[in-house]
Structures are given as C-alpha cells and as structure tokens.
C-alpha cells in the first residue's frame, strides 16, 4: 500500500534587492545620476552608498521602500571605470539583518575640450604687455582659470582672465591651466607673437596677423607714408607666388595683395620706401606662421564593446584646400583590425570594423596617417590617434529541460529555461520566443533584466501534436546598456509517442500535477479496504 500526501509550504520572501544607475556623467565633472534600488516583494530599509574611481557629493545614506527606491546621487567620475558601490541593510521575515552589497558601473563620457579665444592676438616686442584670455566649455562647469600669476573664476563654463607679461622678440608661449572644482585641469600652451614697434611715419600692417604654414595664404599688405614715394618688398621665410621683389608707386598709402606659402615660424616682410627727394625709410613686419591642423577627425560610436565586433565610422573633414588624400588607419593599442588605406578627394566618411578582446578595458587606440596634397602642389604628412572606450557586454548562456521525459502527443509539457549571464553587465530587456513543432500553452511572464554573474528560469507549456523525433528551438533576445542587441539560443530534442487515449490536460504548475492513473490506484486500494472491512464483519457474525 502506498500513501501520497502534498503539503503547502509558504516559503517567505527573502530581501534580495538591485540596483541600478540612470544617467552619464563626463570625465572630472559633476553630475547627478538616479541610483534605483528596487525588489519583487516591498520591505523597509537602509541603503549606504560610496564610489570607487569617482568623488562623491551626496547624499551617502538613504532609507526607505526597498521595493521601489529612487535616490538622486552627485559624482564626478575621475576615470572611465568609474562606480558606485551601494551597501542595502534590511531584515528578513525572522528579523534577521541581510547586508547586500551591489557595485554598479558609471557610464562616463570624455570631456568636452573647451573653446580658447585670445584676446590679444599680438605684443609689441621688449615690452610688458596686457595679455587676456576667455574661454567657454559647451558644459556648465566650475572652477579657476590660472595665467602666469593671476586666478579668474570658472562659473558655468565661462571665464576670462587677464595678466600683465613682458613679451621678448620673437614671442612667447604663455601656459593656461584650467582646475576644475572636482580635481581635474585641463592644460594649453598659447603662443603669442611679438612684433618691434614701428615707426611714426612709415606705418605697416598686414591682414591675417597669423598665416597658415605650408598653404597659399592670400596677404593683404598696408603701407602708409606721407606724400608721393616709390616703394619695394621683400618677403622671407615663405614662398611668393608672383614676381619678388615687388615694387610699386603710391601717394600717402598703398594696398599690395600677395599670395604667399609660408614656411612654419616667422615670415618676415621688409618694406623699402623713397621719395622723390631721396629719403628713405626701412620697415620690417613679421608674421606667425603656424601648423594648422589640416584635418579634423572624429569617430562615432565613441564607445566598442569589449569581446565584440563593432563597425565604426569615422567621418574626416579637411580644413585646408586639398586636392587629394591618403588616409591610413592602423592599430595602437586594443583595437584589433587589419591596417587599412583609403583614398580620399574631400570631406569622406569610411567605416572600419574592429574587434576588442573580451580583457580589454578602457582606452582603445585607432592611429592614422594622411599623406596629403594641397590644391597649390605642396604635399604634407598628418598623423595622430582615435581614442575610443572599450565597454563589456552581457553574454546570455541557455540551458534547457523537458519535463515528464516521456512525451506523448497532444498531451503538455514542460520546458524549463535558464538563462546565465556569464559576461560584465546586465543583459536588458531579455525576450524568450519558442519555435518548432509545438503550441505554446503557456509562456512565462516577462523576465526583464539578468544581472551579471546571475541566473533566471522561465517555465514554457507546450503541447506536440505530431508523434516522432523533433527539435524545439528557445531564442533568447537581449539589449545591454547602449542598446545593441544580442542573441543566444538553445536546440532540445524531444521524442513524442503516440497517443492511446485521449488524456486529461496537464495543470499549468507541475507542482499541482495529479495524473488519472493516480486517481485510479486510490480508488481501487479504497474499494479493496471496503471489500476486506465487510469479508471481517461477516466472519465475525458466523462465528457468533
């Protein structure tokens, strides 16, 4: 004889609470995130929280629904693994106190480079001279500007900043240090030319102040004398395009247009008037001749996948007039890819797919060189480096179970799923789908998000029609924190008999299951106690 009972046991909620951060911050600067801390089931609760990587301004404890907390927190990460640690107090249903200590990453931007805007383009030589500088980041931030030994206050991004310098011949780099209030300084060096001060009489200036190196700059020169004078000029330090020296005739003033292709440093122009008595007077007026970055370069996305493959375009746009380019791009450091060259006659977008190995994170370097060819024939070399931050991605593991082992055909079943994030972020947005030879009966509610390191189950319902050797298939689709999306899935053979007699729909929970032929033994052992009861009773009466 055999005895089944079941037995309800009500297993009481255990706080096991996540958490998550909402919101990016840049590089060295303040800024607010919302920190959420929620649970299936609602209980009170203190939560403590810290930074690693980052400075924190508050608040550094929060108490209340632990179910459903949402704490505003200021940081300013101070690298790009920059995270909050968040230690979570409660008390479970026997009132003992449960620690739960989450540490979530920080999404961090690079920093924005400010706009740097002299405001005194030149200095007169030998001489102490006003210099003043003001500069504008495109965020709101605070801090002090420094210049030689004068301090101007960084409010909301804006600030100028003045200082008294003696400027020797030939110029001078002045140093500008930007501190942020967090920490973090952004650093310059300004090169201010210096130009000898000219005579009362013959006056020279010229239009740019400041020439581009290794380009055809078109120069307009201006020369005042008083009276009727013939005059000539020399140039050095560049080429001129046109006769040189160059002379000419004027009365009180002359206007001379030239095209010159400075070489990098000084271009000096040397002035030589006469009049018709004989007088002369000699001037020279120098000129900054500077690299000008020849091309402007930018990638996008700024942030790859660690362990993944990503496509990025990179959109090149020249700031000079070129006639045709060579671009190159190789890799410096954790971008894996082959080097790759592409001819260019303007403004270009190329896309390059790179791969990041699953150690890699932080920094990735892409190099490039451009070989270059001014419309004007001159040829140039640039090069430099694509930074770009290497991030980890989910990476969902599937693995699944038939339950009863033996199927048969138009009857349910069920199909266990587990999904393992093995990879270093939260798998988002995880959607489960069935496919194959089956009806699905019942799907399980929504799974949501799996930590890293974590595990979910989802029970399926099925029912096979069709009796023999077949293959479910479960797809699992997922999102991480910068919305790529990712697959995994799992095959399952199943062999289904065929079907005898019709059978009794399985219960939706197998816990609740109770087959006919359960029922059946039951009832037979219960008739057989009645038959043996009454067998006793009567032997009973004969022998009386």
Known sequence: MERIEYVDITVPNYPSPQVAAEGDLYLGVKGRVKLRVFDVYHYNGTVEISAAGAKLYGPWRAAGDLGNLTVEVVAAPMDFNAALVVNVRARDALGREVLVTRQIPLEVRPRPTPIVVKRTEWARAGAYNPVGFYIKYPIPVNGTVYLLD??????????????????????????????????????????????????PLLKISAEPAVLTAGDANRVSLRIEYPGVF???????????????????????????????????????????VVTPSGNSERRALTLLATQKTPFEISAEPLEVPAGGREVVRISIRPLVNISEALVTFYPASGAVFPQTSVRIYGAAHIDLPLEVPADVLGNVAVGYRISYTLASGISGEYAGTLYLVATQRPALALEASITPERLTAGSPFYLNVRLYNSGGVEARDVRLNVSG????????????????????????????DQPGEQEVRVEATYWDRLGRRYTAEKVVKIFVNESATPTRPVAANPNENSTPMVYTVLALIAVGVVIVILGVRRHVKRSS
């Open 150 to 199: 004068s301090s101007a206050r960084l409010e909301n991004g804006e600030a100028e900043i003045w200082a008294t310098v003696y400027v020797p011949s030939g110029g001078i780099t002045i140093p500008l240090v930007i501190q942020l209030d967090t920490g973090a300084a952004d650093r310059f060096e300004v090169f201010l030319p210096a130009y000898p001060i000219a005579s």
């Open 437 to 464: 030879p089956v009806k699905v009966v019942r799907a399980p509610s929504p799974i949501g998000s799996v930590p890293p390191q974590n595990s979910r189950d989802a029970l399926f319902t099925l029912i096979a």
């Open 230 to 272: 013939e005059g000539q000029v020399s140039v050095s330090g560049g080429a001129v395009l046109g006769p040189t020296p160059l002379t000419f005739t004027a009365s009180d003033r002359a206007v001379l247009n030239l095209t010159i292709i400075p070489n990098p440093g000084l271009v000096t122009f040397e002035v030589v």
